[in-house]
């Protein structure tokens, strides 16, 4: 079992893992200490010891950084051990933000796949869009998500959609040119073979660049349903939102609820995770039905 460690990519993982908590934990007696230090001396308190003022900076209710377990506890409790239902339930805000991601998730890889083959068989579209898709992702998300947000709540337009289409926003671009490139990636002399076999655009579409895309539009579909994810989250910040991971980060801040911060950026990242380990699921299931190994 050792052997299988060693070899294998578990125990790197797990030494680069040792040594980040390692150094969290350094960081947090670090960072924490100037306020431990004050309370001691608000309180007369003269004698203590070592190990009492590093579990005292472990254990503060609104430390600077909170330290790994603090995190973990949160976490813990704000979801197995809170009904989900609960407006305090990361399982609860974690839905709110999922549906917003999927909705824009979909929207964009259906903009992204759609603006690729255009791109692809219409020169002037070339031409005319792939500079336009380059510029819109030189501003940044936080100064378009409000614009997005008052502007469709002035129209009557208010709650899933303004923060499904912020997410829209984020994921279709790697998705258009990751499809791009897998739709141009058929070699010339495929596109000849197709011509020789006297096969029509369709059926070369079809038969030849989707098949060769499709390694290509997996691979920027996960980079997508993460960027859709911040998309959700950022989108919920500007808009008020009662739920929602971007809501519970606006009301830890508001409060010094530091530990509520790093519980929810934590629960974000694990669902993360989570949408990109589904499309790598999808991703097998489609290349064994065409084909391929496993």
Same mark, same amino acid.
């Given at each position: ?8 990519? +578990? ?89 917003? +991601? ?25 031409? +005319? ?166």
């Amino acid at each position: 079992m050792l052997r299988a460690l060693r070899d294998g990519n +578990t125990l790197p993982i797990l030494l680069v893992l040792g040594a980040l908590v390692v150094l969290w934990y350094g960081g947090s007696i670090w960072l924490n200490a100037p306020w431990q230090l004050g309370l001691y001396e608000r309180a007369g308190t003269t004698q203590w010891g070592w190990t009492d003022f590093v579990r005292d900076t472990w254990n503060q209710e609104r430390p600077v950084l909170p330290s790994p377990h603090q995190v973990l506890i949160e976490l813990w409790n704000t979801t197995v051990a809170m009904a989900p239902t609960s407006k305090r339930s990361l399982v609860y805000h974690g839905w709110i933000t999922l549906s917003s +991601t999927l909705l824009g998730f979909v929207l964009g890889s259906l903009l992204g796949i759609g603006l690729a083959v255009a791109i692809v068989h219409n020169g002037a579209s070339d031409r +005319t869009l792939m500079p336009w898709l380059i510029a819109s992702q030189t501003i940044p998300i936080l100064a378009i998500a409000p614009m997005v947000i008052v502007v469709l709540n002035a129209v009557g337009i208010s709650g899933l959609v303004p923060k499904a289409l912020i997410s829209t926003y984020l994921s279709f671009f790697p998705i258009a040119v990751g499809m791009v490139k897998g739709l141009r990636s058929p070699e010339p002399i495929q596109l000849d073979l197709m011509h020789t076999y006297n096969a029509s655009a369709a059926q070369t579409f079809f038969k030849l660049r989707w098949p060769s895309a499709l390694p290509f539009l997996f691979t920027s579909m996960k980079v997508g349903v993460a960027a859709s994810l911040v998309g959700a989250i950022v989108a919920e910040l500007p808009a008020g939102a009662a739920g929602g991971y971007g809501a519970r980060l606006l009301a830890g801040s508001y409060y010094g609820q530091t530990v509520q911060i790093w519980s929810a950026l934590f629960a974000a990242a694990i669902l993360a995770a989570v949408l990109v380990i589904a499309v790598g699921v999808v991703e097998r299931s489609v290349n064994l039905r065409m084909g391929a190994r496993a």
